[in-house]
């Protein structure tokens, strides 16, 4: 078979207050911070990565929080909604936790013959929990505040909001993302080995207004690929499909490229190597600020401006 992109690596969103970002997904999604550390582009700014036991890609969603931001727009040229799996039988789990931590929540609907609760993070951030019908071993993290009977085990699907859905499902086309499923103005497509976490939805809405970036949104979605080699590949691939692209990005836990397909949303390579590990053993995964060598130097006047957490 033709390489594939393996799925979902993670999800980059905008926040406003950092301890707020941090106590949401930590307590009440029950997602592991496991890495601390800084933007790498402007480390006077947080870089928050929550994920499973162990940070494993296709469990993460990643922040940059931004306390003077404004609040972003929703809209077409983005991430519209960023879903997570849980098990089948954690709906009711769910509806109760979320309105205990008075999470703003809409009412649970069916979609692909599976149940979604619509809800938002504290900074409006659209958000799901998809109770999946499909196998989805992926491991919790182990000292979280759900029973492992319900936790979330990680990202389920991205949904993107297209007014060129035309272009844009011939660009998917072209880096293989495979059509599995079609309801009304609803496009699924998946890739690699298929199931939760590799999900990509694309709404179709010509009349949507643009998306904004700012705080409430997502920056940018990562789709997974095993190797340098890999990603090396893909980079040629999109620039022979006109779609301009970046070189290979250093970000310390995986090494990145970016591109905006057709219809804006800005998509990245990420490779799954070397990972969270790399700088922390698995108990002390998110315990302190980590900083990559050629920004450690830095540390003291970093410290500084970044503002107290209490993890
Ligand atoms: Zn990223």
């Not at 494993?56 to 799996?85: C, H, K, M, N, Y």
């Not at 890739?191 to 939805?201: K, S, V, W």
């Not at 009349?207 to 080699?229: E, F, I, K, M, Y």
């Amino acid at each position: 078979m033709e390489q594939q992109l393996g799925g979902i690596h993670h999800v980059t969103a905008i926040a406003a207050d950092p301890q707020r970002n941090l106590d949401f997904y930590t307590q009440v999604l029950g997602l592991r911070l496991v890495k601390l550390t800084v933007n790498f582009d402007d480390p006077g700014t947080y870089h928050f990565y929550f994920g499973n036991e162990e940070g494993e890609p296709g469990t993460i969603l990643t922040f940059f929080p931004w306390p003077d931001a404004r609040r972003g727009r929703i809209g077409a040229g983005q991430v519209s909604a960023t879903a997570f799996s849980i098990p089948e039988n954690s709906i009711g789990h769910w509806t109760e936790r979320l309105a205990r931590h008075r999470v703003e929540v809409g009412s649970a609907f069916e979609r692909f013959e599976e149940t979604v609760i619509p809800f938002a993070d504290r900074d409006g951030l659209a958000l799901e929990l998809v109770a999946s019908s499909e196998d989805d071993s992926r491991v919790p993290w182990a000292n979280g505040p759900l029973e492992p009977d319900h936790a979330i085990r990680g990202c389920h699907a991205v949904t993107i909001t297209g007014r060129r859905c035309e272009q844009t499902q011939a660009a998917l086309a072209d880096i293989g993302f495979r059509l599995s499923a079609e309801s009304g103005n609803r496009l699924r497509f998946t890739t690699g080995d298929g199931g939760p976490g590799t999900y990509l939805d694309l709404l179709c809405q010509r009349d949507a207004a643009a998306g904004l970036v700012a705080v409430g949104t997502v920056h940018h979605v990562a789709w997974r690929t095993p190797s340098n080699a890999e990603q090396e590949h893909w980079r040629q691939r999109i620039a022979e499909l006109d779609l301009s692209v970046t070189r290979v990005l250093d970000r310390h836990y995986f090494r990145s490229i970016y591109f905006r397909e057709p219809g804006g949303t800005l998509f990245e390579i990420a490779t799954d190597q070397p990972g969270f590990l790399v700088d922390e053993s698995l108990d002390e995964l998110g315990t302190r600020l980590r900083l990559p060598e050629w920004i450690e130097p830095r540390r003291l006047e970093i410290e500084r401006v970044l503002p107290a957490l209490r993890l």
